[in-house]
């Protein structure tokens, strides 16, 4: 997931470089006016004046010329711990690995491509810029998207043959920076605040666009397209079969902002149901994308008054469910010196839920208590109520500490086993139900899971989506290695049995135990996942009738693997291990495509 902001600016003299899609041009949010920012930050820093009237007096070629001789590019290093985070090259062409399966493939198995994304950062790693205006650096999420596809299908012996490939996502940015040969865009995230509106500024100037289209966070598949998403711009559709990146999906120009990483297919009609944040008015809006993907059927603001950063929505048959929680974007904290995106656990939390064509004025609003909730495990309805169910924590991962603060410090704390006494500021990550009674308004939150496993990256079988389902799973995080490294690292699986309950239902964010039954598979020591996928087995079967896909790393080999685990046996060794000729970097999701659902 990455984030950002647009600005809009008025310098007719300057032509941008860079001619890319400006339906939704690069951001979280649109429709900035620079000329009030602009104003004010004249009044509290002199300097800046000076420098938007040079700004507005060069050309490209001049502001190129004042960025390499003001802004001094700097590697964000990695700690040996950390390696596996690390970039890698292009394996050119796909690579058969059919010979290197340990265990079985199960004949019953479907052909299609298990496809994950990821930052695969340019040049080397991220960056970090100094400058007369301060430092500013790249967010842990950012990284140019890179796709790394395994394919299965049958030979006419009815053998697997097996093949690997991966690619980076070539969205307009990456083509620009590429051609370059070294880094062009300015860090715009996290930072000093006059560098990060400095970078937005310069940026825009020179490319057009304020931040780089990252298009690194999930890959879903619709009308038989597949698509590579990141929420700072729309999706870029996929070829399967080479992973070439072909063009923007903008619905045919009806869809004029980026896209939500985690769009839901509707249940019975195929629909899709989309939002875009922005961080102006509008700040949220929700659209419905018709079954053959060229037609956007329903648009609508839903007038939020703050810019949360609602990285997944949620649908049941019948209605679309809205997250509006305090992890927040708002450009003015940073004219006031604060950070862009900023989670403040005062403020308030409400989860809204809406008719699937409804207005803002549609929307039930549901007050809950304040936590941050990045992925939804699944919406369903029954009886009176609508069920929601995430993954919770009460401390936010995105952006990370106050500027100046020892990231690796603040990150190492918050990944450690918490004790009995507060998560408060913990990454601990639980599964957690909210039950929204339509009729009376009343609310019932609990925990799902207790403290001694943190969770995260649900996934379920996707035929249940919207839909009462039994079954859930997640990756289940190391909390020492991810200390130690500062960084998360899963190091084992967890299936929830949603339907068998361990305990009586609690709140109590000291609770330990689990609620409801859970079977967890631990990897080998040192050994992490990414991407972790439900493949559904063919046929009229019951839910968990199935297998999770991940891809793994084992830090002790430095080699890179892809796990193939039984859902119906779930704790017992995977039924394949498939060896891949080249490391793997963690990324972040990961899906399954039969090959009847893909354009293959």
Sequence with gaps: MAFSCRVQVNCS?????????????????????LKPLLEELKLQNPILHHVSRTIKEASVGLLDALVDSVFEFVDQPLLPCQSNFAPVDEIGEAVDVSGSVNGRIPNDFPAGVYIRNGSNPLFGGLKSTMSIFGKSSH????????????YFFKDGDDRWMISYNNRYVESETFILEKARKKPAFLPAIEGDSLAILSAYLLNYLRFGIENKILSNTNVFEHSGKMYSAAENYIPQEIDILTLETKQNWDVNGAWNRPCTSHPKKVPGTGELVITGAHLEKPYLELGVISTDGNKLLHKVDLK???????????????????????LTLDINRVLRGGPLIKYNKEDYARIGVMPRYGGADSVQWFAVEPSCIFHILNCYEQDNEVVVMACRTRDSIIPGPDFGLNKFEWFSKRFKQIDDESDEESFLSRAYEWRLNMQTGEVAEMNLTGANHSMEFPMINETYIGRRNKYGYTKVADPKSSSISGMAKYGGLAKLYLDEKKLESSSDEKQHEDTIKVEYHDFPE???CSGAAFVAKPGDVKEDDGWIITYVHNENSN??????????????????????????????????IPYEESVC
């Design 13 to 33: 003299s300057i032509k941008p470089s860079l001619e890319v899609d400006h339906h939704p041009k690069s951001s979280v949010s649109s429709s900035i006016s």
């Design 139 to 150: 967010c842990w999420i950012e990284g140019e998207g890179m796709l790394h596809a395994l």
């Design 304 to 326: 939020l008054n703050r810019c949360s950063l609602c990285h997944e929505i949620g649908i049941t048959e019948r209605y679309n469910v809205i997250m509006d929680f305090p």
């Design 526 to 528: 040192n050994t992490f």
């Design 559 to 592: 080699t890179s693997h892809v796990y193939v685990v039984d859902a119906k046996n779930f704790s017992e060794e995977p039924v394949a291990i498939i060896d891949l000729p080249r490391r793997v970097p963690y990324g972040f999701h990961g899906a399954f």
